[in-house]
């Protein structure tokens, strides 16, 4: 009895010409915001294989948990990972002021 193939006999895989990253998918939206033109992708709890730290409120999104990825247009490399609702709300979100106990707050 001769061995099993594993890959089917005359199928070949075709040959794609263009770069992935560079063509977005039916799922990615383009949001115009004042610092720019985002990309922005809605992640479903399923295909999130592991942990993100969000920069909007700086907390961890777990495993498995639907949140937003977005991107500047034209920068590829500056992809983050948000919880959605600080997503929205970024723009109303005030800068962090660290002060000591005993410093004053005005």
């Known amino acids: 009895m001769s061995p099993r193939r594993n890959k089917p006999k005359g199928k070949s895989k075709p040959s794609n010409n263009f770069d992935e990253n560079e063509i977005t998918t ?3 939206a383009i949001e115009e915001h004042d ?7 809605k992640i479903s709890g ?3 294989n ?3 730290r ?3 409120c700086d ?4 495993m498995a948990t639907p949140h937003t990825v977005a991107w ?3 920068d590829q490399d500056g992809r983050r990972h948000w919880h959605s609702i600080c997503w929205s709300k970024r723009n109303l ?8 106990r005993n410093a004053p707050k005005y």
């Not at 610092?35 to 992708?41: A, F, H, K, S």
């Not at 979100?93 to 000591?100: A, D, L, N, Y």
């Open 50 to 52: 592991k942990p993100y």
């Open 93 to 100: 979100r005030r800068p962090k002021i660290e002060r000591t």
């Open 59 to 62: 907390q961890l999104i777990p």
């Open 35 to 41: 610092d720019g033109v985002y990309i922005v992708r």
């Open 72 to 74: 500047l247009e034209h």
């Open 26 to 28: 039916a799922s990615d």
């Open 54 to 56: 969000c920069p909007g």
């Open 46 to 48: 399923s295909s999130s």
